[in-house]
Structures are given as C-alpha cells and as structure tokens.
T-cell receptor, first 107, second 114 residues
Framework: KNEVEQSPQNLTAQEGEFITINCSYS?????LHWLQQHPGGGIVSLFM???GKKKHGRLIATINIQEKHSSLHITASHPRDSAVYIC?????????FGTGTRLQVFP | KAGVTQTPRYLIKTRGQQVTLSCSPI?????VSWYQQTPGQGLQFLFE???????NKGNFPGRFSGRQFSNSRSEMNVSTLELGDSALYLC?????????????FGEGSRLTVL
C-alpha cells in the first residue's frame, strides 16, 4: 500500500467548474505539499500545510490531520489550470509523493 | 531573484558510463534536495544536502551520490549507468529543508541511458 494516495488519477472538466483533488496518507507527517507540474517537467509549489486551510487566488488547500486527508480545490477552473497536481508529505525528513492527478480543463 | 538552475537540461549516455548533474539553488537557500521522476515509479526522493552535509537519503543504490559546496551549489553523480536510470532528475532548494519549507524546483535534467 502506498503511503500517499491521490484521487482521482485523471480528471476532465469544463472551464468554470469547481475541481477537487484528494490526498490521503497513512503515516504521521510534519507537513503536506501541493505541487503543480506542467508538460515539460517544471514543478511549482502551490501550498505547504501543516494544519487548517490556505487560499491563494482561485486555489484552496485544506488538511485534516486527524483523518490524514487533504484536499486541493480549484474554483472557476480555466484551461491554464491543466496540469498534473501532486501531493507530497514530509515524513521522517523525507518527501513521499503521491502518483499525481492529471487535470484537463476544456474551454 | 534568480530561480533554481539545473544543468545540463538534456543528456544522453550509454550503459556503464557515469553522469554528473548540477543544481544551483536560490541565493540564501542552504537546503538542496534531489528527486528522480520516472513514468513507472513517479517522483522519488534521492537525498538532501544542508550546509554541505547529507542530511537524508532515499532508497537508492550506492551508485547514486551527491555533494554540496560551500556556496550551496549541489551536484549529483550516478555511476555505472543502467537503462533504468533514464529519468527526469529534479532538484529543489529551500531555506530550511526536511520538507518543512516552501520548495523551489529547477526545470530538471532529462537523462536518457542507451
């Protein structure tokens, strides 16, 4: 069993839709990261969370430490949001990654 | 503020050769971590360096090694290359490391082993 599970693996949406990507983990963590990877490989850090909720523009990330679960929400999705979204947890000073969620937003 | 710079961006090697990849972190960042990304295994942690010391290492064979210089620039080396080492190698810099701070990734070095 993977320590970090993401769902769904693939997601398609129409422009303007509300998107939710989920991340569950099975170990005690120090922090959780949400990352965005565009075609070509470059990775951008979206959020780092250890509790509660963070918001940046149209992106919202939440974490529930007791339930070992985090969600990334995208409001009013746009084709430029098309990318792979990766959840990563900091465990024993290492990052463990989920397998990613491939999001395609169509106009 | 300059971002994280990785060189070379692309390289092709043959089995048995060795390769050295370089990562220049954001100025002021003392932590550099390295990751391997493959279609089959996804992203995996290789190791982290902080102030010239290896602070942590992932589950990779001893053929994978690295170092960090006094200016925080880091190199990773893979010796006796195997076909399975073909991957995108990414580095990330952060202020404090250990996955507890915001990570800034380079564009990656794409290695193909023939």
């Amino acid at each position: 069993k993977n320590e970090v599970e993401q769902s769904p693996q693939n997601l398609t949406a129409q422009e303007g839709e509300f998107i939710t990507i989920n991340c569950s983990y099975s170990v005690g963590i120090s922090a959780l990261h949400w990352l965005q990877q565009h075609p070509g490989g470059g990775i951008v850090s979206l959020f780092m969370l250890s509790s509660g909720k963070k918001k940046h523009g149209r992106l919202i990330a939440t974490i529930n430490i007791q339930e070992k679960h985090s969600s990334l929400h995208i409001t009013a999705s746009h084709p430029r949001d098309s990318a792979v979204y990766i959840c990563a947890v900091s465990f024993t000073d290492k990052l463990i990654f989920g397998t990613g969620t491939r999001l395609q937003v169509f106009p | 503020k300059a971002g994280v710079t990785q060189t070379p961006r692309y390289l092709i090697k043959t089995r048995g050769q060795q390769v050295t990849l370089s990562c220049s972190p954001i100025s002021g960042h003392r932590s550099v971590s390295w990751y391997q990304q493959t279609p089959g295994q996804g992203l995996q942690f290789l190791f982290e360096y902080f102030s010239e010391t290896q602070r942590n290492k992932g589950n990779f064979p001893g053929r994978f090694s690295g170092r960090q210089f006094s200016n925080s620039r880091s190199e990773m080396n893979v010796s006796t290359l195997e076909l399975g080492d073909s991957a995108l190698y990414l580095c990330a810099s952060s202020l404090d490391g250990r996955g507890l701070g915001e990570l800034f990734f380079g564009e990656g070095s794409r290695l193909t082993v023939l």
